[in-house]
């Protein structure tokens, strides 16, 4: 089996107006479940992405890890729960102690420990969230869920090759 390019989520920050509804898709998704659902049923969720202003306050754009080719926070986890498979960077949420170190070597700020509920046992811990890519699921909530297709799948390659879709400007 041959090695997987990894690919990562890109947005275009002319197209995104910071709706947040890829933060929304993302958080419902991993627990599948919509917004409504969650909310009724007072599950809090939490996004592995989040829209932030950037230099002009009218541009938005979704940060989320950009599944680093050589990733700093697979090599400092203390614990080894960060990997990569399929050429996608993941955090064994279940063996992960929430130690932040991960966080703290993260070059793009795409990590974020958060205070997790188990929806079974209501026991609260902390772990390392971040993108997935959706690896168990066909497709990618977060670019399902942008109305304004502002955010697309892309390789390490296209991008480097100016492949990628391109912002206008």
Request: glycine share 8%; charged share 25%; aromatic share 4%.
């Amino acid at each position: 089996m041959g090695v997987t390019e990894n690919r990562f989520v890109l947005c275009d920050t002319e197209l995104c107006i910071g709706c947040t509804m890829c933060e929304k898709k993302c958080a419902s998704s991993h627990f599948g479940l919509t917004v409504k659902e969650a909310r009724a049923a007072g599950i809090k969720l939490i996004p592995r992405n989040k829209v932030i202003k950037v230099k002009d306050p009218k541009k938005s754009a979704a940060l989320q890890c950009m599944q680093c080719e050589d990733a700093a926070c697979v090599r400092a986890c203390p614990l080894g729960v960060i990997h990569v498979e399929n050429g996608i960077v993941r955090v064994n949420e279940e063996d992960c102690i929430g130690c932040g170190t991960c966080v703290m070597v993260c070059p793009v700020g795409a990590i974020n420990v958060h205070d997790v509920q188990d929806p079974e046992t209501g026991d609260s811990r902390l772990i390392a969230l971040k993108c997935d890519l959706c690896y168990d699921k066909e497709s990618q909530a977060c670019i399902e869920g942008c109305k304004f297709k502002a955010l697309s799948l892309v390789s390490w390659g296209e991008f480097r090759a100016g492949k990628a879709p391109k912002e206008q400007g």
